[in-house]
């Protein structure tokens, strides 16, 4: 390893999923065969940084690893080979260790979920490649796999300077693709697999945290992980009894009403001023043409659909709301669950449209 | 007679495609919401306030889930809970068979005081099997679709009744 002054921060892969807590020492060395060290220094791509300062990341492009059993390794090492073909002048490592024991199966299971859902693959090569071009050189370095990750963790403590920092990160986003997310550790802190674990996953939690704190009114000056947790419960139990409570009271006022869905909704929309997509959403309150027997009920224009704002709603007229008898709709079979058997049984269910609409959106 | 789709394609771009969905998944909560509500009262005139109550209570979680997609844990909890009601009540519809179907529960007796995980857990539809992260993350979900819920129940509460 020619570069001694050069960052080496893949000390350590996140665990994603701490059901254990555990971390594979081996992954580390999997995760070198395939890079070199030296273009770190070259590379000049600017990257965004992740907010917490204490991770690097370092994520393999994965093409797919939804294959079971052990293939993850198998798949981690090409997706080490996919990146790496683009670069042609260096050489591809022979192997990755393939016969690993379940236990790091489970740790790359882990990480390469997190590195699916976190990160878009959608990163140059180039700089993923010189990234795995100076993992293999330090992992040709230092020899024995057991002794790199310490060796890098030293390393990495020593190399930990402000100004390496900052490349660092450049290059961390760059290798993004990767599936790892590597976590550095901080000046004066345990660099023990075990600890950096827990302090990615106490990280994550935290955000997770902060973001519920944004969610709940009234807890921005609550500091301190028990309060807030009462705070988010009691919040959940109230949205709860909420919705009993109004559902309660629908059902007391509602006999004697038929409600104007057009006015609710152009009162919900106006809520909302957006753009004007909302005439096209949602309404196969209109008819269905193959069931022809279920006519006349409700007819929306189709001049709704080009209707920029809420307006072409306000065409359903109530009148021809109120006889719901012969509602057609794509979401009977849903509705089932919710409403009592023997009323839906009178309706012709409509079975042809079923899922065909509602899955669009989600 | 014109049959709509949901439909994310739109001829006017849009400015702003997270408000689109936001208000493409509103528009469908409401319009769902709506619509099972009239189904109830059409369908159960004379049941109880407490029956009916319930079973709009079922359609605000249904409209909930089904806005919230399959994507998420709790809202996959919600419709298999629901779904799950709806074959018991096929199976058995009268409730003389009901004297077979005894669900037991152990018990197992968990000594330590419940955490403020455990009832976490218990309030969030489908926290039993989540580790502590993701049921933040699902909780945050359930509580941005529980107030768009409440919300949208408030409106229709105000709209009928004022």
Redesign the interface.
């Known amino acids: 390893m020619g570069v001694d002054g050069d960052p080496h921060f893949m000390l350590e892969t996140r665990e994603v999923q701490l059901d254990s807590g555990m971390i594979a020492a081996n992954v580390d060395e999997q995760h070198f065969l395939a890079s070199a060290w030296d273009p770190i220094l070259s590379m000049d791509h600017t990257m965004s940084f992740n907010d917490s300062a204490a991770f690097s990341s370092y994520i393999p492009g994965v093409s797919d690893f939804h294959n079971g059993g052990n293939e993850q390794q198998m798949t981690l090492s090409l997706s080490f080979f996919g990146s790496k073909n683009q670069v042609s002048s260096h050489p591809c490592p022979a192997e990755f260790p393939l016969g690993d024991d379940n236990h790091n199966e489970k740790n790359l299971k882990g990480k390469k979920r997190k590195g699916e859902s976190e990160f878009s693959a959608s990163h140059s090569d180039p700089p993923l490649d010189e990234f795995h071009k100076v993992g293999s050189e330090h992992k040709k370095k230092n020899g024995s796999p057991d002794s790199t990750k310490s060796s890098k963790e030293k390393d990495e403590k020593k190399a930990k300077t402000s100004k390496h920092g900052k490349e660092e990160n450049t290059q961390n986003a760059d290798t993004s693709k990767d599936d790892y997310i590597h976590v550095r550790a901080k000046r004066g802190q345990a660099t023990n697999s075990h600890s950096l674990a827990e302090r990615v996953r106490r990280e994550k939690i935290s955000e997770r945290m902060r973001l519920l704190q944004d969610l709940v009114p009234g807890c921005n000056k609550i500091t301190g992980k028990a309060m807030m947790l009462d705070e988010i419960i009691n919040y959940v139990q109230s949205l709860q009894k909420q919705v009993e409570f109004l559902s309660m009271k629908l059902a007391a006022v509602n006999p004697e009403m038929n409600f104007d869905i057009e006015q609710i909704l152009s009162k919900e929309i106006l809520h909302h001023p957006q753009d004007g997509n909302v005439a096209t959403l949602g309404f196969s309150l209109g008819m269905n043409t193959p069931h022809s027997h279920l006519h006349g009920v409700i007819q929306a224009d189709v001049g709704m659909c080009s209707m920029p704002n809420s307006e072409g709603i306000l065409r359903l007229s109530t009148s021809q709301i109120s006889p719901m008898t012969r509602i057609p709709s794509v979401w009977d079979h849903e509705l089932q669950n919710v409403v009592p058997m023997s009323f839906i049984h009178n309706l012709p269910i409509d079975s042809e449209n079923l899922n065909g609409d509602m899955k669009v959106e989600m | 007679?014109?049959?709509?789709?949901?439909?994310?394609g739109?001829?006017?771009p849009?400015?702003?495609p997270n408000?689109?969905?936001?208000?493409?998944?509103?528009?469908?909560q409401?319009?769902?919401f709506?619509?099972?509500?009239?189904?109830?009262?059409?369908?159960?005139?004379a049941s109880s306030?407490?029956q009916?109550?319930?079973?709009?209570?079922?359609?605000?979680?249904?409209s909930m889930a089904?806005a919230?997609?399959?994507?998420r844990v709790w809202s996959r909890a919600v419709?298999r809970r629901?779904?799950h009601?709806?074959e018991r009540?096929?199976r058995r519809?009268s409730g003389a068979g009901r004297r077979f179907v005894i669900r037991r529960r152990i018990r197992v007796s968990t000594p330590r005081e419940p955490t403020?995980?455990d009832?976490?857990r218990r309030?969030?539809p489908g926290g039993k099997a989540m580790?502590?992260?993701n049921l933040?993350?699902e909780?945050?979900n359930?509580?941005?679709c529980?107030?768009t819920?409440?919300?949208?129940?408030?409106?229709?509460?105000d709209?009928?009744?004022g």
């Open positions: 007679m014109h049959f709509f789709k949901c439909s994310q739109n001829p006017n849009s400015p702003n408000s689109t969905n936001l208000n493409v998944s509103k528009t469908m409401t319009s769902y709506l619509r099972a509500v009239a189904l109830i009262n059409m369908a159960m005139p306030t407490m009916r109550g319930r079973s709009i209570r079922r359609a605000a979680y249904a089904r919230a997609g399959s994507r419709l629901l779904q009601r709806r009540l096929i519809p403020q995980a009832v976490l309030l969030v580790d502590f992260c933040l993350e909780t945050a359930y509580i941005q529980l107030s819920q409440v919300s949208l129940m408030q409106t229709v509460a709209s009928i009744s």
